[in-house]
């Protein structure tokens, strides 16, 4: 929000080829999924759309999203737990997701002081209501196809 910069983050990627999938941060709670960091400089944000790759399908929310969060200078701030739920598929490409968003801190912040032994614990400030749980943010999803037609 802050000079009205875009940008853009992608975290995960999809593991249909790999024979074993990878592990993650949340195995030992049999939950899939990452915490992961990233460094902004000290401003405003707001997220205001996500998205899900998957082979040629490209899906994302049909309504706008608003988390707004603010980064403050030599702080970390937890911006709460995105859950990517596949609610369709044609074969192993995901058609379909519904994401809720939620305050997990603590589970999340445990991973996070292991993970990234550097950030202090008292150096991180929440940017999600305590206790959050949304269901279904950005409404239903919309898929579009990017199918590359090859003629001979």
């Given at each position: 929000m802050d000079n009205q910069i875009r940008g853009e983050i992608q975290f995960g990627e999809g593991v249909a080829l790999l024979p074993i999938p990878p592990k993650g941060d949340f195995s030992h709670l049999n939950r899939k999924g990452e915490v992961f960091a990233v460094e902004l400089p000290a401003g405003k944000y707001r997220i205001w759309r996500w998205g899900v790759n998957s082979g040629y399908a490209h899906i994302?929310?049909?309504?706008?999203?608003a988390i707004e969060f603010k980064v403050e200078p030599g702080k970390a701030t937890y911006l709460g737990?995105?859950?990517?739920?596949?609610?369709?598929s044609m074969g192993l490409t995901v058609t379909g997701v519904k994401v809720n968003y939620s305050d997990q801190?603590?589970?999340?912040?445990?991973?996070v002081s292991k993970k990234y032994p550097a950030l202090d614990a008292k150096n991180i400030i929440k940017g999600v209501e305590d206790n959050a749980n949304y269901q279904g943010i950005?409404?239903?999803?919309?898929?579009?196809?990017?199918?590359?037609?090859?003629?001979?």
């Open positions: 994302k929310p049909v309504n706008p999203i737990n995105f859950d990517f739920v596949q609610t369709d801190s603590q589970v999340d912040l445990d991973i950005g409404g239903t999803d919309q898929t579009n196809w990017d199918i590359p037609i090859i003629i001979m």
